[in-house]
């Protein structure tokens, strides 16, 4: 049960990679550089919607995703003492959900016949999950 935030966090991450530290940021230490992040993260929100912007599978976005989830896990773990399997667990869930909201979206975007629908969709899962984790860690 101590590793579902930093697992749940990844799995942000690998929705919306500045979406996850930007969560971790304003529930532990809101402050100037909780600010960079979220204008970081709403830039994110915009550019996602872009033809041109790189699969989140392509090698960048994925590594990055990655490094996002697991920082943000370690965040989280490093309270509990827990800071190894948390980064982990951020990690693992930015893998799966990098490569299983791709495959998701793919797919709503077919059945739309555009991709903004299945992208709206997407942020609003994302924007959820962060609400999840932001209450467990206000607790």
């Known amino acids: 049960m101590v590793l579902l935030l930093p697992l749940t966090a990844g799995v942000i991450a690998g929705m919306r990679t500045m979406l996850a530290p930007t969560t971790v940021a304003w529930a532990i230490t809101p402050g100037p550089w909780a600010w960079g992040l979220t204008v970081l993260a709403l830039g994110e929100f915009a550019v996602d919607l872009h033809p041109k912007t790189p699969h989140r599978?392509?090698?960048?976005?994925?590594?990055?995703?990655?490094?996002?989830?697991?920082?943000?896990?370690?965040?989280?773990?490093?309270?509990?003492?827990?800071?190894?399997?948390?980064?982990?667990?951020?990690?693992i869930g930015a893998l799966v959900s990098t490569v299983g909201a791709h495959a998701l979206r793919l797919r709503l975007a077919r059945a739309f016949g555009r991709d903004w629908p299945a992208a709206l969709i997407e942020d609003g899962v994302a924007l959820t999950l962060a609400v999840v984790v932001w209450q467990g860690l206000a607790r």
Do not use: E, N
């Not at 990055?64 to 667990?89: H, K, T």
């Open 57 to 91: 599978t392509d090698f960048g976005p994925f590594v990055a995703r990655l490094v996002s989830g697991g920082v943000s896990g370690g965040l989280i773990g490093a309270a509990s003492g827990r800071l190894a399997p948390a980064i982990a667990a951020g990690a």
